[in-house]
């Protein structure tokens, strides 16, 4: 029972981090990011590069201190990247919905490629930067997934608290409620939507910045976490922010049940089967409030 | 007798009418050069040209439902892959001789196409695009976690149909006669009425059309032309594996259809050549050929909404209007 808890919390925070900025861009612009996964990649890897530069440099031994600045570059480059697709890439296709989802697609087998070309297809693996174990409630789990958990605790609380508060995030709820009076009220919609999808590659920024560390790394990792992201959002609700939050905990626990109760390579089929009784069911999801007309 | 000849010579007049017009010109010179492709006697050139007409058929019967019937489909490898899996099974197991356990696999994916049609036909837009993707990935996880009809290692050793030019013929006769079908579906009145839902639902239900029949049928359709194309893909390569569920057979389907064009059937053809035959060119370079494949597709659908075919249609009609002095 314990296992379950604590493992399922783990899962659920991995999964908020992941499903929230996607079920954002979801509602803010209607855009489906097929390139989500991808980031967490790109900046796994991109730290990964990163220690592995500064560790060849004599003077740095300070395992955290370089960790740090790969962390900070990783999650720079990552929000950059996210800037640059919204403006070069979505921005112009969003006329067409399926259009977005082609180029996202193809940005996605981009980085796949780019990450295998400039490294190398092997798997690699990061130290985590929390180093030994924590022993909680009587199970003995890495000291890196309680960071994990913090973090995101951390971060999902000021995103959340950054949409409902600030003027941005007044602006990024008036777009996504509708973005043509929005437009009306002098809100510019382009700047919203580029902010939102930024403040997503953030998000799975810091979740590849936090979970990748102790895990490994493969150029095809992103296409997991992309359907991870996928399926809670369609439990939570697409473009609900409770939504995804809530829904990550249930589907963090359940995951972890069916790990329990049935076997793990079972536990892969069935957030698949949640997701479609749950678009069956109730298809705008658990606190979506679009209606399908 | 008489009428008989009379209306076979109005045929030929038109045919020759039709195969001077410019359309007409383009198609049957591509035909002809394709039906020539086996005569260089390179098999390694047919192979190719085998798999890109198989994934033509694949992505019309995609383009069909999304372009057509507005149906977007993420799921489509999963009657590609369940009439494969069937006709291996049937061909492998039973005994079948391969023209039949194509009917056999193509008649499951009919099937399936129903049962995944009604449930998900309740949804819209992005919700019908994930529906139909969790469908394709549950059969993936089944097909992969079962020891059902060879579990993770699939079906293997399959008999060839036969030498690979003979296969090429089969093979385009099968591709030719797909798409003319598909054509003719959508040029036909069944067709005006899959546009007409497409364009407005809540219209097309006003002017007294059944829409979730018709979209059942789209469905049917599609999930018909997908099972040849799996039947035929597996025939060819001779072996299946789950792999033929994953999603990136469905996106492979959309972005073929979409750089030919969506809404078109014959946009799939310069679709899936150009995909399968740039994807074979680049080879040689190794490891950056997928890199440069995926910076030039990225390229291909910001630059080209509307597919390469017609706009480079256009600038070559041009072309032909200045040479016949018009």
Known sequence: ?293 | MMKLQFDWRSRLSRFRVWALSFRGGITLLCLVGLLLVPLTGREYLARIVITAMILTIFAASWDLLAGFAGQVSFGHAAFFGISGYVTAAFVKFVGAPWFLAIFIGTGWAVVFSLLIGIPCLRLKGPYLALGTLAFALILYNLFLTGTWLGGTEGISALPNIGSVFVEFYIMAAFMVASLIIMRAIVDSRLGTILKAIRDDEVGADAAGINTTVYKLVAFMVSGLFAGISGALFVLDITAVNPAVYQPLYSFYAIIMASIGGIATIYGSIVGSFLFTLLSEFLRPLAAASLLIFATLLILIIRFSEEGVMNPFLEHVRDLWDKIRGR
Do not use: C
Request: hydrophobic share 55%.
């Open chain 1, 1 to 293: 029972m314990e296992e379950i808890l604590i493992f399922g919390t783990i899962q659920g925070a991995l999964l908020a981090l992941l499903a929230l900025g996607f079920s954002l861009v979801y509602g803010v612009g209607g855009l489906l990011n097929l390139a989500h996964g991808a980031f967490f990649l790109i900046t796994a890897y991109i730290v990964y590069w990163t220690i592995h530069l500064l560790t060849s440099i004599p003077g740095l031994s300070y395992y955290p201190l370089v960790f740090g600045i790969a962390a900070v570059v990783g999650l720079s480059s990552v929000v950059t990247i996210g800037a640059v697709t919204y403006l070069g890439l979505m921005k112009p296709l969003q006329k067409s919905h399926i259009g977005v989802v082609l180029v996202t697609f193809a940005m996605a087998f981009f980085f796949e490629q780019f990450v295998k070309f400039v490294g190398d297809p092997k798997t690699h693996y990061i130290v985590p930067v929390v180093p030994g174990t924590v022993t909680l409630l009587g199970i003995t789990f890495p000291a890196q997934l309680l960071a994990l958990v913090f973090g995101s605790v951390i971060l999902v609380t000021l995103v959340t608290l950054f949409i409902s508060k600030s003027t941005i995030g007044k602006s990024i709820r008036a777009v996504s409620q509708d973005p043509e009076a929005a437009e009306l009220v002098g809100i510019n919609t382009d700047m919203v939507m580029m902010t939102s999808v930024m403040i997503s590659a953030l998000l799975v920024g810091f979740a590849a910045v936090l979970y990748a560390p102790g895990n490994y790394i493969a150029p095809r990792i992103g296409w997991g976490y992309l359907l991870l992201a996928f399926s809670v959002t369609i439990f939570g609700g697409m473009g609900s922010i409770p939504g995804s939050i809530l829904g990550a905990y249930v589907m963090g626990y359940a995951t972890t049940l069916t790990d329990y109760l049935i076997s793990p390579s079972f536990s892969q089929i069935v957030p698949l089967i949640v997701i479609l009784v749950m678009l069956l069911v109730r298809p705008q999801g658990l606190l979506g409030k679009k209606r399908l007309q």
